[in-house]
């Protein structure tokens, strides 16, 4: 048989330890502390998305708010209601025959006008022609400048009915108006 000396017996036990250290380490060790690293960063992630999912938390937030402000301002009727171009142009119409019936007037002729941008609003608008006393037109052009939905007479024309001449007795007058609405903003 073979036999160390007592200082090569020393440096093999040591080896044989570092071996059996190094196996430890790289066997039960390192899986140990790569599992936990996979976790700290899964932790990191998680952390990352719960951040995400707040910031959306607070977006949705002030989406409530913005929708609530919006069906506050619907409510209100400060905006032309309908759904289409053509439902906007017809609810401004009765508005304004509405009106000019409770002042006494026929509206002889409406015509649709072109929108108008105002920023951030877009107007659209409607011109009508009637044939009325000065105290009619007064109480129509008060009625369109205090209605809701908010209208804008953006021209008037009035010019006394039969010339610089007019017959005696009631002095009528042709009155011709641009009125615009701003239609309610579509939410995207």
Same mark, same amino acid.
Request: no cysteine.
């Given at each position: ?46 952390? !990352?998305? *719960? ?5 959306? @938390?607070? &977006?949705? #937030?002030?989406?409530?708010? +913005?929708?609530?402000?919006? =069906? ?5 009727? !400060?905006? *032309? ?5 053509? @439902?906007? &142009?017809? #609810?401004?119409?009765?508005? +304004?025959?509405?009106?000019? =019936? ?87």
């Amino acid at each position: 048989m073979w036999t160390m000396s007592k200082t090569m017996s020393r440096v093999a036990a040591l080896g044989l330890l570092a071996a059996a250290l190094a196996f430890v380490a790289l066997g039960v060790v390192k899986p140990v502390v790569s599992r936990f690293q996979e976790l700290a960063r899964a932790i990191d992630e998680q952390r !990352e998305q *719960l951040e995400q999912y707040g910031a959306v @938390a607070a &977006q949705a #937030a002030t989406v409530r708010h +913005l929708e609530q402000q919006r =069906q506050t301002e619907l409510a209100l009727g !400060e905006f *032309l209601a309908g759904e289409s171009e053509t @439902a906007m &142009q017809s #609810a401004l119409q009765t508005t +304004l025959s509405g009106m000019a =019936q409770a002042s006494g007037l026929r509206i002889r002729s409406a015509r649709k006008l072109p929108e108008r941008e105002r920023p951030p609003f877009r107007l659209i608008g409607m011109g009508i022609n009637v044939t009325a006393d000065i105290e009619s037109v007064q109480k129509i052009l008060y009625a369109i400048e205090t209605a809701r939905p908010y209208l804008f007479v953006e021209a008037a024309d009035i010019s006394p009915l039969g010339g610089a001449n007019p017959p005696p007795g009631r002095r009528m007058l042709e009155v011709r108006l641009d009125v615009f609405a701003a239609p309610r903003r579509e939410q995207p």
